[in-house]
């Protein structure tokens, strides 16, 4: 499936052109970096980061804060509002620990 550009809208509202959201596409591979797939309803989001005033910045500031492009699932299910590093880390421990228990 051949995977499309949003809007020229939705590129200005993050400050991207169409050839920065190429070049981001093509870097992670062509797939959402999350699920390493390629979206099947070819549905893509800009992902970004949760910046306070974000709404607020003018479009080329609000270009720092995005973090890449991924599926309409992983936007929605995985990359909730809010999560950052920290939080992921604790995810990922919290899975961990699951595991071992599991395994005991």
Known sequence: MKI????RKTLEKYGLS??????IWEWQ????PICKKVPPSGNTHIDHYHQKGFK???????RRWVRG?????????VLV?????????NIV????????????
Do not use: H, Q, T
């Not at 591979?29 to 959402?32: H, L, R, S």
């Not at 492009?69 to 299910?77: L, P, S």
């Open 29 to 32: 591979g062509k797939v959402c």
């Open 69 to 77: 492009i991924v599926c309409a699932y992983c936007n929605f299910r």
């Open 4 to 7: 499309l550009p949003p809007s």
């Open 18 to 23: 169409e050839a920065e959201w190429l070049y």
């Open 56 to 62: 607020k910045m003018k479009p080329e500031e609000r």
């Open 81 to 89: 509002k809010g999560i950052n590093l920290e939080k992921a880390r």
């Open 93 to 104: 421990k919290y899975l961990e620990d699951f595991e071992k228990r599991k395994e005991a």
